[in-house]
């Protein structure tokens, strides 16, 4: 369907004609575009699924994390693909978190998304005692 067969009311013809026919010179129909008016940009043309595995790779390293690769030296990919465990409780709470990909690529750091399954994740406890005891090994 071109930009021309769409038919305005005479008032708003009258308001928006020239600006129908200055977008139909500049950008032609839709039709003429996919046609190759323009082959300069037909290379860039994108598909969704294109467009979804870029999305889904690591854009420093180039690994596709859909497809679980993942490179443990590439700050960006972190050592996972699309999902990791619970990095609170290093995956006790046996929940997955999920890639921010948005943050990932716009920091070059791995960023995740999700909840802790244990209620408050580790306590402070649990945290401090493999320490104390470490403490009291080197006294």
Same mark, same amino acid.
């Given at each position: *369907? #071109?930009?021309?067969?769409?038919?305005?009311?005479?008032?708003?013809?009258?308001?928006?004609?020239?600006?129908? $026919?200055?977008?139909?010179?500049?950008?032609?129909?839709? +039709?003429?575009?996919?046609?190759?008016?323009? /082959?300069?940009? @037909? +290379?860039?043309?994108?598909?969704?699924?294109?467009?979804?595995? @870029?999305?889904? #790779?690591?854009?420093?390293?180039?690994?596709?994390?859909?497809?679980?690769?993942?490179?443990?030296? %590439?700050?960006?990919?972190?050592?996972?693909?699309?999902?990791?465990?619970? /990095?609170? %409780? +290093?995956?006790?709470?046996?929940?997955?978190?999920?890639? +921010?990909?948005? *943050?990932?690529?716009?920091?070059?750091?791995?960023?995740?998304?999700?909840? %802790?399954?244990?209620? %408050?994740? /580790? $306590?402070?406890?649990? $945290?401090?005692? /493999?320490? &104390?005891?470490? &403490?009291?090994?080197? $006294?």
């Amino acid at each position: *369907m #071109s930009v021309t067969s769409v038919q305005p009311t005479t008032e708003s013809l009258s308001r928006h004609g020239s600006n129908i $026919s200055l977008c139909h010179s500049l950008c032609g129909s839709v +039709d003429d575009g996919l046609q190759g008016s323009h /082959p300069q940009y @037909q +290379d860039t043309i994108v598909t969704i699924e294109e467009l979804r595995a @870029q999305l889904n #790779s690591c854009f420093t390293c180039g690994v596709s994390w859909s497809e679980e690769h993942v490179s443990l030296d %590439c700050s960006e990919c972190g050592g996972y693909s699309l999902h990791r465990p619970c /990095p609170l %409780c +290093d995956g006790r709470c046996h929940t997955a978190w999920k890639r +921010d990909l948005t *943050m990932s690529h716009a920091s070059g750091k791995a960023r995740w998304i999700g909840e %802790c399954g244990l209620s %408050c994740g /580790p $306590s402070l406890e649990e $945290s401090l005692v /493999p320490a &104390l005891e470490k &403490l009291r090994a080197t $006294s």
